[in-house]
């Protein structure tokens, strides 16, 4: 049996909450401090481009990511909650 396989298949993306950031018009945080939103396995096919297209939490719109240093690390995706940005509430 050949171990781990599907990891050269799959991208792990973690999907934060940077809303705050644009609440408070304030400077980025690190990484670790913003929270968790989801936690997702996609294609990693040109993951670069596709990033901003993916819906990978509702009520939330693509704002930056981050590509990994090395291969076999996260992706994080930063997000911002619809809401703030539009005003008008996510349906759901």
């Known amino acids: 049996m050949l171990p781990g ?3 050269f298949n799959l991208a792990k993306i973690v999907v934060v909450d940077v ?3 644009y609440r408070y018009m304030q400077p980025p945080l690190p990484m670790d401090w913003y929270p968790i939103l989801r936690e997702v396995w996609v294609t990693p096919s040109d993951l670069d481009r596709r990033l901003a297209t993916l819906t990978l939490v509702e009520g939330y719109l693509y704002d930056w990511h981050q590509t990994p240093d090395t291969e076999g690390e996260p992706w994080y995706v930063g ?3 619809r809401c703030l940005i539009t ?3 996510a349906q759901g």
């Open 5 to 7: 396989l599907w990891r």
């Open 19 to 21: 809303t705050d950031d």
């Open 87 to 89: 005003g008008v509430p």
């Open 79 to 81: 997000v911002v909650d």
